[in-house]
């Protein structure tokens, strides 16, 4: 690096960088990307996404010394504004992502919420139906039923515990079973909604 440069105004180093001079650029990063690091890094609390910011800013300076006016201030300045500029514009961005994330997520839980809702609520409006035609079947196919869907037992363990034939126990559950069916279907229960 030449002493010219180093002893160069900051707005004779946008001139040289402008005339693609590398070591102009050198010199411009030597003085300002301490700060710029800086800021951006406080903003986005990212050392990732603050180093990319420094990155994107000096290759701004590169591609368009043009746009730094020294009439309107300094070259750290116009630098920490453009990395302020680009810091926010990834915070909102992230921002608006959570957020959309969020009411997504938000969505689908209600829409979780309403199906389990609407299965709950059939569900119970079917034990309403089940109840009420159960207690027009007989009592010992009721009993039947009730020992082998209700309690969980075998043909055989109702057979017992009715002190019953296993196949009077199963002709008693068939017949149950079909009068409860034509009870649901008279009820407006034939299928789910």
């Not at 109702?158 to 009068?179: H, M, N, Y």
């Amino acid at each position: 690096m030449s002493d010219e440069l180093t002893q160069a105004s900051d707005a004779q180093l946008v001139v040289a960088i402008g005339r693609w001079r590398q070591d102009a650029l050198a010199e411009a990063y030597r003085r300002h990307a301490g700060a710029v690091f800086a800021l951006a890094n406080r903003v986005l609390t990212n050392r990732v996404l603050a180093e990319e910011i420094l990155q994107e800013v000096f290759l701004g300076l590169w591609d368009h010394p043009d746009r730094f006016d020294p009439q309107r201030g300094s070259l750290r300045s116009y630098l920490l504004a453009q990395a302020h500029h680009r810091a926010v514009d990834i915070v909102r961005s992230e921002e608006a992502r959570r957020v959309r994330e969020e009411r997504q997520h938000q969505t689908v839980a209600r829409a979780e919420a309403g199906y389990d809702l609407e299965h709950e609520v059939w569900d119970l409006t079917v034990a309403e139906h089940v109840r009420s035609a159960l207690a027009l079947l007989p009592p010992e196919e009721r009993r039947a039923i009730e020992l082998a869907y209700f309690g969980g037992k075998t043909y055989r363990e109702v057979a017992v515990a009715l002190d019953q034939p296993e196949g009077t126990v199963k002709t008693r559950i068939r017949s149950g079973l079909r009068r409860l069916r034509s009870a649901l279907i008279g009820s407006g229960m034939g299928g789910r909604p």
